[in-house]
């Protein structure tokens, strides 16, 4: 079955980096695109990056443009997350989220905590 | 990009049909048929419910459909049952080529 594993993610100083990872099974990976959703806490879900299932395309919400940078390995069939310049509103679950042609997140894995915090 | 909006909890009683709405913009869900429904308990992995406004996965119930009319979407619960239990949220494609989301609604089975 498909199953998406998010790692990486921890309690950080503002200002300093981290890197998430997904790990992605039970489907082609290289044949779709991928998405980063986060939660803050109380708050509801915010879209944070979208790569296309080669690499060749990424879009970024404004709050992390610059900042965040979505990458993949095919080969590995992982999703990545760099994260630099962190924030405290950075604070939040970090979900990577598969997406097929189309405008919908058809698989979610269950998230990875990350703290801006000093 | 403004959040979709939804309300904050709907409830029903076994067997009731409920419905959840979903108000966006018209640079949202009043352009695009991108708009998608999400289940989500406790712990778990959201699942997706709803997609393309009316189209339903495999495997999910054909008690959950949905619709669209101009900036609101809606996702119909009928036949409610104890598992249904859950958060619900919605999602749409924007014309900033990005994605927004509802903020979620908790439905309980009375």
Known sequence: QVQLVESGGGVVQPGRSLRLSCAASGFTFSNYGMHWVRQAPGKGLEWVAL??????????????????TISRDN????????????????????????????GHFDYWG???LVTVSS | QSALTQPASVSGSPGQSITISCTG???????YNYVSWYQRHPGKAPKLMIYDVVKRPSGVSNRFSGSKSGNTASLTISGLQAEDEADYFCSSYTSSSTWVFGGGTKVTVL
Not at chain 1, 75 to 102: F, I, K, W
């Open chain 1, 51 to 68: 790569i296309s299932y080669d690499g060749s395309n990424e879009n970024y919400a404004d709050s992390v443009k610059g900042r965040f």
């Open chain 1, 75 to 102: 080969s590995r069939n992982t999703l990545y997350l760099q994260m630099n310049s962190l924030r405290a509103e950075d604070t939040a679950v970090y979900h990577c989220a598969s997406s097929p042609a189309g």
């Open chain 1, 110 to 112: 269950q998230g990875t």
């Open chain 2, 25 to 31: 913009t018209s640079s949202d869900i009043g352009s």
